[in-house]
Every structure is written in structure tokens, then in C-alpha cells.
């Protein structure tokens, strides 16, 4: 017997039991086997349940389990690091009938997606306020500003960074305001805020290493002091180079 | 070339380490000296995981337990997750890292469960092959572990206990005596579990696992035992245990409790009954 026919059989609940699976009296042993199967196919439920929790809450928990279960046989995981299972899964929501009605859905999923990665994100130490208060301004712009490696960006014309909130335990309701999320993480737990007019585009352009004035030149209109203050509440700003 | 104890785990209770116990035990670890985590939840680049672990290990010795290695796998094994393993106990300096004698990746899928194995010379030279390879990489021992089975190969020419022997006497390796396990295969398998233990090499073992199990019903009413992890330790589990101390001497004992996970204190007095077998064990020994 093949572990190629194991593992075939193991994840689709309808395949045929492999051939020399037996009982201790050499009997077939298709209820041994479903244990195998069963932990399985609950292991990576529980997984998928523990990495989109408000994705979760969204469509009720029945029906994300019987979801789950064509997820997990569609996508597989691809290696033993659980914490960054379920890539797939936007793409597979956007693709989903049942769940056609739900267009933020998608989105919800990849916000999650990018909340658990900067829970798994590297430590850096931030910059005080007072570093950047204590620059005049023509230096501030031409700096460059190194951002925490836990920082996320995240694109949306849903208001997903508002449902994320409402949906966390004793989470605040804000205005279902939709637009572009960054993900920061002032100590160990992220969470998702909605950018001010530019900050998209401000924000990637630090990442590419721009001055700020060049980041700002690449995003017209961008309201410059409503990033900064959301970035360093965030505790995101870690370094400032001339 | 292998590194096999000067930063060995106490001859004492350890536990399986969960996120939401980290305050308690970090406040009253009772007769917890050391704990366990699985490899795999640390592998990230940062966050409150590795902060944790960085504060435990300055208290406790920490035991690496893979669970994703797949030592048993017919493909080669994931280098890439081999890299991580090296760069996890690189930094954590571990007392221990061990694996089990199981597959869980074929063909690039993850299944994330423990799969058997046919006992047969294939399986011997494949398994001999990848420990031979992740104790070169790790440049050190590590520790085996026997696994719970639910079902039979056809295949199989040798038992589970000779077949570990045979692995440990090839390679070098140590062997983690997981008890539940044991008794668990027995009834699955039908084996006496107390005969099992009279034949392990039991001065091979480094480490021995308790957990629970789940009772389950088999094909033709036979019986079956779940390795849940989700209750306190059966009784006819410390009753081998005290055997297998008897019989081999105290051992860095760990409690398993992954599902159902209890407040601190329930798994702690947990701990608190190995404790005490290892010291009547050890009185023994002394008097």
C-alpha cells in the first residue's frame, strides 16, 4: 500500500478504503481508517476556524464547518506551519456561490489572512514621537521612514476594517465606512484601521524606500498628518534615515 | 557529533505548554519543571509566541516536539521545514527535541495528523535515512516517539517494539515512551500493553508522554481508543506508568492535554500525580 493512496483516501471522504488496511484478525477495516479521516478532515476545520474567526461569525458556524471541509479538500495545506493555512481561501470565497450574496466576504478573509501573519511578524523597536516632533519640517520630508516589519496593507472598497471591529469581543461599532486598511501592531495583537485620504499610496511608497516628500508627490490629496498620527499611535514608525 | 545531555530534562513532571496557561504557570508552576511545546507554533519571525517562549525558557527547560517532520514520509524530507527546526533550536538551545514515528506529508499535502506505518525493512531504511538526516542537520540527538494506531498493514513483518529498537540501535537516536500511546495500540491492536513495556528498551528513553484517550467503537464491535488528548490520564495509563518506572527508572514525565484544554490548576495537579509516582519510584531506588 502507497502513502499516495493513504493520503488520497484520508482526505476524500468517497474514495475506496486503500487494499491491506486491516484488523488485528486480518479483516477489512474501514472504521479504523475513519479515524484517520476524521482527524483529518476536524484538525483542519479547527484550523480554518481558528485563522478566520470573524469570517466565521459572518456566515454562522455551521455553515463554516461544512465549508471547511470543501476548502480543506480543495486547498490543502501545503506544509506543517498551520499559521499560514488558508491563502487559498479568498479566492476560494470569491468563487463560492452559496456565498455570492456576500461580496465583502473575500476581503474579510484576507484581512484576517493579513492580522494573523503581523501577529507572526518580526519584533522592532518603534520611535518615539518626540524623534519626529523634534525634526523641522524640510528634514522630516526628506526622510525616509522605516515602518514595523508587522505592518499590513490591505486595499478594499468594503467596509471590512469596521466589521472586523464590531465583531471582536466587546469590539466598538464604528461607522461601516468602506476603504483601504493598514494592519499595525503597537505590541502583540494587531488590529485593523481604515487609512485617511491617500495613505494607500503614502504608505506604500515609504515601503519602497521614497523620501516622505516623494511619497507624498505619488499620492496627491493625501492627508500627511492623519498618517503620520495613525502611524506612530501604532507604535509603526521604527526608524527615520536622512 | 550529537549533543545528547548536558541540557537534559529533569527526572521531573513537565507539561504540554498552551498559550492561556502562560500567567498561571509563570505565577505557581506546583511540581512543573519543565515544558513542551510543538515546533511548529514557533516558527514565526516575531510576536507574543516568541516572546513567551524567550520568558518560559529563562524559567523552565523547554522540550521541541515536532509534529509536522513526517519522518516517515516515502518522499525526501521538507529541507525548508528542516531549516526552521534548525533555526528554532538554534536559538532556544532546547533540552530536548523529539518527533514520531509517523507520516504526515506525501506529494507537497500537509494532513496534519500522525500516520502509521507499515513495520516493514523498507520502512526500517527510510525512517533510518531521515533521523540519520535530521540528527546531521540539528547536530544532535533526538528522541522517537511511539504512536498510537487504530488499524494493521497486511504488509507488516515486524512488531512496533523491535521495530524501534532496530531504529534507535541504527541511528542513535533516543526514544520518547509516550504510555497512553501504548496502551491505546494495545487495545486497538490487541496486544498486552504490561509485556509491550517488559520488552522496550526502556534505557533508550528520554522523555515519557501521558494523555488521554477517547473510547470509540471499532468494525465487527470490537473496541477502539482515540489518542484525544482531552481528559485526565486513564487509570490503567498510571498504572503502566508506574510500571515503566519500576521497571526503567524516573524519566522527565510529560502531561499531554491539547482538546478541552482545563484551567491551570486541574492540569497542574495533573502533573502533581506524576510527581508523585516518580518520587515513590525514586524512594525506591534510594532505599
Not at chain 1, 14 to 38: E, H, I, K, T
Not at chain 1, 159 to 178: N, S, T
Not at chain 2, 137 to 152: A, D, F, H, I, K
Not at chain 2, 192 to 214: K, N, S
Request: proline share 9%; charged share 15%; hydrophobic share 50%.
Amino acid at each position: 500500500m502507497s502513502q499516495s493512496a493513504f493520503a488520497q483516501a484520508v482526505l476524500m471522504p468517497d474514495a475506496p478504503l486503500p487494499p491491506g488496511l486491516v484488523d488485528p484478525q486480518g479483516r477489512p477495516a474501514p472504521r479504523r481508517f475513519d479515524v484517520y479521516r476524521n482527524t483529518v478532515a476536524a484538525s483542519l476545520v479547527a484550523a480554518l476556524e481558528e485563522g478566520f474567526p470573524v469570517v466565521r461569525q459572518l456566515v454562522g458556524a455551521p455553515f463554516f464547518a461544512a465549508m471547511a471541509l470543501v476548502v480543506l479538500r480543495a486547498h490543502p495545506p501545503e506544509g506543517p506551519v498551520l499559521s499560514g493555512y488558508g491563502a487559498a481561501f479568498p479566492t476560494f470565497l470569491e468563487q463560492f456561490p452559496p456565498v455570492a450574496h456576500l461580496g465583502y466576504l473575500p476581503d474579510m478573509a484576507r484581512l484576517e489572512l493579513l492580522v494573523r501573519d503581523s501577529y507572526h511578524a518580526a519584533d522592532a523597536v518603534p520611535l518615539a514621537a518626540e524623534a519626529l516632533a523634534a525634526l523641522p519640517v524640510p528634514a522630516l520630508l526628506a526622510s525616509r521612514i522605516g515602518l514595523a516589519p508587522s505592518l499590513r496593507l490591505m486595499p478594499s472598497r468594503w467596509p471590512v476594517q469596521a466589521i472586523w471591529c464590531a465583531h471582536q469581543a466587546g469590539g466598538a461599532e464604528p461607522p461601516m465606512q468602506p476603504g483601504d486598511v493598514v494592519v499595525l501592531r503597537p505590541e502583540f495583537d494587531p488590529r485593523p484601521h481604515l487609512l485617511p485620504a491617500g495613505g494607500l499610496a503614502v504608505i506604500r511608497g515609504l515601503h519602497a524606500g521614497l523620501t516622505l516628500e516623494a511619497a507624498l508627490d505619488a499620492a496627491p490629496g493625501a492627508d500627511l498628518t492623519a498618517v503620520l498620527t495613525l502611524l506612530l499611535r501604532g507604535r509603526a514608525i521604527v526608524e527615520l534615515r536622512r | 557529533m550529537l549533543d545528547t545531555g548536558s541540557r537534559a530534562l529533569p527526572a521531573a513532571p513537565g507539561v504540554g505548554y498552551k498559550p492561556q496557561h502562560f500567567a498561571g504557570i509563570m505565577a505557581d508552576p506546583g511540581p512543573v519543571r519543565w515544558l513542551e511545546v510543538h515546533a511548529e507554533n514557533y516558527m514565526g519571525a516575531g510576536g507574543r509566541p516568541l516572546a513567551q517562549l524567550r520568558a518560559l525558557a529563562e524559567r523552565f527547560a523547554i522540550s521541541v516536539h515536532g509534529v509536522g517532520l513526517s519522518i516517515g514520509g516515502e518522499g525526501a524530507l521538507d529541507t525548508a521545514h528542516l531549516a526552521r527546526l534548525k533555526a528554532l533550536c538554534g536559538w532556544l538551545r532546547p533540552a530536548s527535541f523529539s518527533e514520531h514515528l509517523a507520516w504526515s506529508t506525501h506529494d507537497g499535502v500537509f494532513l496534519n495528523d500522525l500516520l502509521p506505518l507499515p513495520y516493514t525493512q523498507a520502512t526500517l531504511a527510510r525512517v533510518c535515512d531521515h533521523i540519520d538526516q535530521v540528527q546531521e542537520v540539528l547536530g544532535r540527538q533526538m528522541l522517537l516517539e511511539n504512536p498510537s494506531t487504530y488499524l494493521s498493514f497486511a504488509q507488516a513483518t515486524m512488531e512496533e517494539v523491535v521495530f524501534l529498537r532496530e531504529v534507535a540501535q541504527r541511528t542513535g537516536c533516543g526514544l520518547l515512551l509516550d504510555v497512553n500511546n501504548v496502551f491505546v495500540s494495545a487495545v486497538n491492536q490487541g496486544f498486552d500493553p504490561a509485556a509491550y513495556l517488559r520488552r522496550f528498551p526502556l534505557e533508550l528513553v528520554g522523555e515519557i508522554h501521558l494523555g488521554g484517550h477517547a473510547e470509540d467503537a471499532a468494525d465487527h464491535g470490537m473496541p477502539l481508543l482515540i489518542d484525544a488528548h482531552g481528559t485526565p490520564v486513564a487509570d490503567p495509563v498510571w498504572a503502566l506508568y508506574a510500571q515503566a518506572v519500576a521497571q526503567g527508572g524516573t524519566r522527565a514525565t510529560l502531561i499531554e492535554w491539547d482538546n478541552d484544554v482545563p484551567d491551570w490548576p486541574v492540569l497542574r495537579a495533573e502533573a502533581g500525580r506524576a510527581a508523585q509516582v516518580l518520587a515513590r519510584a525514586g524512594a525506591r531506588v534510594t532505599a
